[in-house]
């Protein structure tokens, strides 16, 4: 499952700039609006996180102020990936997934999943889900993208649903389960969705997945 273990109860809390500093050895990767289904741009060096920490004291007021809220709510075990104009990436340990989209929903203003992201990464051994979030009724976050992220073992891939919170995400995990094979739970339907329904072969988007015959 994913390498963060921190929960909302017993952690301590602290501002932005303090949580980005204690998480410059993150994994980045970087979210382009748009972006739909599986398919997520590569992973960039760490020199990002480093990057971040060195410009925490020019970070946008609004999107801290939104990460802000999130880290009062939540402590350390909100992991803060990037903070840009107009989007934010956050990463969340699989358990707390459902509370913390729960809250984003109701307090934050993110009322619906734009997309969702699946990325097999073998080295780590692990795949990393990112929900794109906005907001239809909140004008001032009409353009702004929330990546909500989390990550699961690849060997044994299954992550809670989060169907009850954004009815929206249905078909995009359903391609997720069919295309890197995450299974989520508590959703109606891991079943075949785009491949045919005599699929037989490993999911076409995980990294060891090769054509028959090349």
Known sequence: MSKSNGSPSGNDKGDVASIVASNNDLPTT??????????????????????LKSEKT??????????????????????IIYIKPLRIKIEVPPKNIVEVASHIRDESGFDHAESVSATDYPKTGDIE?????????????????LALSTRTDRDNARLPSLIKV????????????????????????????????????????????????R
């Not at 889900?129 to 993208?145: D, K, P």
């Open 30 to 51: 970087s979210v382009k609006q748009g972006e739909t289904g599986s398919s997520i741009a590569s992973k960039p060096s760490s020199s990002s996180a480093v990057q």
């Open 129 to 145: 889900v990112i929900y794109h979030l906005g907001s239809y009724t909140r004008e001032n976050l009409s353009s702004h993208i």
């Open 58 to 79: 020019d970070l946008p007021q609004f999107e801290r102020g939104i990460v802000d809220g999130l880290v009062s709510k939540f402590g350390n075990s909100i992991k």
């Open 166 to 213: 954004f009815k929206s995400v249905e078909y995009h995990e359903r391609e997720s389960f069919e295309m890197v094979g995450v299974y989520f739970d508590n959703h109606p339907r891991n079943d075949r969705f785009l491949l045919p329904e005599d699929w037989a072969d490993i999911p076409p988007l995980r990294k060891e997945f090769r054509i028959k015959g």
